[in-house]
């Protein structure tokens, strides 16, 4: 327990996404892997401008070779066009034709030797073609492509039909084009004027590598795509796994403790996770087991205040009966200063339990400040002094150098501690005994101790003199003097600081007990935390 200053600057402002509040952890982390994935996937559209890339390199280089085509042909008769255009026709599985003047086709290389390339019927393919141009399809409609023109050979075969070789003639340059043939590959064709004359070349062929080349990227590309989209789900389900069942786990325990239908509530405490959630769901069970100890304390605590106040009660109406009954003054006096003392002690009673009960809470919102306990118990033993507190005990202190016994604490509290024990120490030390106080700082904490002349305390009783409304006072002591809660509450008060309070035998071997209080230095407060 520590006090606890919040501040907004040690806050800063997060950003606040209201739309996933109501979508689960695992969803979210899938949608951001997925996420990732999509965008890699979004490579498949970079292949429409791969493909676009190739088929503009085949254009400029069918510009190029129909250009040295033609001026080969211009120096050759008949004949050896002839053997040429077959030839080439031949070597590079095109079609090559020559038109004349008037436009009619003077030689094909589909006449002089058997085709090139056959356009093939979309209708005779098998289904996986006819799926591979859907997809095609697909693509170019994904990436907005311009519209390409299909190939169809004219019925009649005229230069005017062709609308590359009508533009190379009026230009006088190359002109290549490209279009779909019926099964949607590549037609590359171009045309150019001969040099010299009136006649025209023209030549077209099948792209279809082109089209298997991109088909085949595409299918890599989708297959990497796949498979990584596979293991990105897979280790995206694994580490929602390790992440929200874990939480699911902790919140439903979470939710038994604030029902309290379980009387004993479990936490897990993922013993085996050194992360984050392993560090929380410790930190949770730690929590709760505090909180049981919190409510198991409160039950007893207030089943003790019941037990305690009845005595004094019951002390109290028999003596309030026995006034309206007994005649004789003396028993009469008797019994008033029965009644009058019970109600000192329901007194003292009441304002110990008041304190006792509310003392935690108030540390809690409780700033801290530096006190130096050697001033505090030097005033307070003046104090003492001339209130005549101590019954005839001597006190020694030997106040330690300024700013060596100086802690972070609430003074009030700190004080009512010191006074708890210099109470204890005076009670139990024989008359004209001493009580002496050591503050020192060792080891970056400040050590108080109490040193009295009593009896001592047994080692079986050690830990049970802290507890609430324990009373074992030294023989003599008029019965409902002490409540048995100063040492609770002392204890209450230094653990509020992060310290600890403890009770032992002299160092030297004399008769007597020893109470230390250890606390945090100024420099080493702060607030633990367990890693367990």
């Excluded at 890599?220 to 293991?231: G, K, Q």
């Excluded at 507190?389 to 700013?403: K, M």
């Excluded at 409304?469 to 048995?484: K, L, N, V, W």
Aim: with cysteine.
């Amino acid at each position: 327990m520590a006090p606890a200053t919040v501040s907004q600057e040690n806050n800063p402002p997060t950003l606040r996404l209201g739309w996933t509040r109501r979508v689960s952890l695992t969803w979210r982390i899938l949608a951001v892997n997925v996420f990732a994935i999509a965008m890699l996937g979004g490579g498949l559209l970079y292949l429409d401008s791969y493909r676009e890339q190739i088929i503009q390199e085949r254009l400029e280089q069918e510009q190029q070779s129909i250009w040295l085509l033609a001026h080969a042909m211009e120096r050759l008769d008949t004949r050896g066009r002839t053997a040429m255009i077959r030839a080439v026709s031949d070597r590079y599985d095109s079609r090559i034709r020559l038109y004349d003047a008037r436009g009619r086709v003077v030689l094909d290389s589909f006449a002089l030797a058997p085709p090139g390339y056959r356009l093939r019927d979309p209708s005779e393919e098998p289904w996986q073609r006819h799926a591979a141009r859907l997809l095609d399809q697909g693509f170019d409609w994904l990436v907005d492509a311009k519209r390409v023109d299909r190939f169809v050979e004219p019925a009649r075969d005229r230069l005017q039909n062709w609308p590359e070789a009508v533009a190379a003639r009026r230009s006088g340059r190359a002109v290549a084009r490209m279009r779909y043939a019926p099964d949607r590959t590549p037609m590359i064709s171009a045309a150019i004027a001969l040099p010299r004359g009136e006649e025209v070349l023209l030549t077209s062929y099948n792209a279809r590598d082109i089209t298997r080349i991109v088909r085949a990227e595409r299918f890599n590309l989708t297959m990497i795509v796949l498979a990584t989209a596979i293991v990105s789900i897979l280790f995206s389900l694994f580490l929602a796994r390790t992440i929200v069942q874990p939480l699911r786990r902790l919140a439903s325990a979470a939710v038994r403790v604030r029902l309290g239908r379980a009387r004993e509530v479990v936490v897990p405490r993922l013993p085996s996770r050194g992360d984050e959630i392993g560090l929380l769901a410790r930190s949770l069970s730690d929590m709760s087991m505090a909180l049981r100890m919190k409510i198991d304390a409160t039950e007893a605590f207030a089943a003790d205040v019941s037990h305690e106040l009845k005595n004094p009660l019951a002390s109290l109406r028999s003596a309030l009966e026995g006034l309206a009954s007994v005649k004789d003054e003396r028993l009469r006096e008797q019994l008033f200063e029965i009644a009058c003392s019970d109600v000192r002690r329901l007194d003292r009673l009441i304002t110990d339990i008041s304190e006792a009960s509310r003392v935690d809470a108030q540390l809690t919102r409780t700033r801290f400040e530096p006190i130096d306990l050697g001033e505090m118990i030097e005033n307070l033993l003046e104090l003492r002094r001339s209130r005549g507190l101590n019954q005839g005990r001597e006190t020694a202190f030997a106040r330690p150098r300024r700013g060596v016994a100086v802690v972070m604490g609430e003074g009030t509290r700190l004080e009512r501690v010191i006074s708890n024990l210099l109470d204890n120490a005076v009670s139990f030390s024989p008359p004209g005994g001493l009580v002496r106080i050591e503050a020192t700082q060792m080891r970056g904490r400040v050590l108080v101790r109490v040193i009295d002349e009593g009896p001592g305390v047994p080692p079986s009783e050690r830990e049970a003199i802290f507890r609430r409304f324990h009373s074992a006072r030294p023989e003599g002591e008029e019965f409902g003097q002490h409540s048995g809660l100063g040492l609770a509450i002392a204890r209450t008060i230094v653990e509020g600081h992060h310290g600890t309070i403890t009770v032992a035998d002299r160092d030297d071997g004399a008769q007597g007990a020893v109470f230390e209080i250890c606390l945090p230095a100024k420099d080493q407060q702060e607030l633990p935390i367990s890693p367990a």
